[in-house]
């Protein structure tokens, strides 16, 4: 018998982010696979159609009062999930970054009836345990809603270990790695390499949010050792404030070398015209965005750090660095840079275990099963 489809909530953050990409492309495939998904958000996910069959969105509402001097988005966010649990009948309540989305879930469900009540699944990202998780004005009330959680994954391996280290949550945790489905490029590669300025360089691709702990500085000083510096651009795809970098790069004569994008949502239209990807994260629990340049086939040169090496296996998916590692990347550089032999066999190694292990087919079916776990 076919089990029946479920009705499931998602909270995640809606700007650009690791977590909310994940989350978003989770909930149109649990959509497309017949389950009803409703967001629950202060604003529309930016990477969810805009209309799609079963996917539905609910705005949370946020009233700035005088009294309060730090607006308060967490009690909104709690009676918003009561509402849609209760009036969409949710089976399952997924939360995505802990802070404060599971708060706000335990929150919400011990404001229903226990008739009514969702089950609660917390996804931890990365962050959310590893700098909010030590902090102690957050850690306890984190820990808490672990706790009341019924189920709780973490993107890696790494990142479990780090949860149960630094939060000592003494639960079982789930790990369900990051996926990514590539959408088809709307433009050529050649438009692409065209708009950006490209001759016969090399394109080496950088996609983040640009957040301190994505070591910009790092990325720059070490492409400002490559040589030839003629044989490459970098193009950072940047989801954050690009502008603090900019006399970096002035300073270390990147000038002609570094093409900026802002805010781009067609991610697949940059990643098919790339060669190479670089990330200097100083940790980071996944890094979907490597994931996303092994899937157009573009092997990276990484940092070592957190759950990295459960994407990328070094040498053979692409190459990994010790954190910090400036002279150390720009060799990795250099030699893929000087080797498209070498670069061309990671790259497709890089994509067969993309579309193996990372899959929406491989990983979207271990969160249908933890749902059905969950609700029994
Ligand atoms: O934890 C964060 O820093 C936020 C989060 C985000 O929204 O960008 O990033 C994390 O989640 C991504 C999706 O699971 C992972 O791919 C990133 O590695 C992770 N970032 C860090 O661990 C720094």
Known sequence: MTPRPLRIGITCYPSVGGSGILASALGEELAARGHEVHFISYERPFRLPAEAPRLHFHPVAINAYELFRYPDYTLPLS????????????DVLHVHYAVPHA???????????????????????????????????????????LM?????????????????????????????????????????????RQELGLQDEAMIVHLSNLRPVKRIDLLLDAVARVRPREGFKLVILAGGDFSPYIEHVRRLG???R??????????????QAADLGLFTSESESFCLSVLEAMFFACPSVSTAVGGIPEVVVNGESGLLVPAGDADGLA???????????RRETMGRA?????????????IVPLYEALYRRVVG
């Open 258 to 271: 570094v093409v900026v994008r802002k805010n781009v949502i067609e991610v697949e239209d940059y990643l």
């Open 331 to 341: 060799r990795s550089l250099e030699t893929l840079l000087a080797d498209p032999g």
């Open 148 to 192: 009341c959680s019924d189920a709780v994954t973490a993107v890696s391996g790494w990142l479990r270990d780090e949860t149960h280290r630094l939060l000592a949550v003494d639960r079982s945790i789930d790990v369900i790695h990051n996926f990514f489905t590539p959408k088809a490029p709307r433009r050529s590669r050649e438009a692409v």
């Open 254 to 256: 990147l000038g002609d």
């Open 350 to 362: 890089a994509q067969v275990r993309a579309r193996e292990r990372f899959s929406a087919d491989a």
């Open 79 to 90: 009676v918003k999930m009561a509402e849609v649990a209760r009036d969409c009948a949710l």
């Open 103 to 145: 708060t706000a879930a335990i929150l919400a469900r011990s404001m229903l009836p226990p008739e009514r009540q969702p089950r609660v699944v917390t996804t931890l990202h990365g962050t959310d345990t590893t700098l909010l998780g030590r902090d102690a004005g957050y850690g306890p009330a984190i820990r808490h809603a």
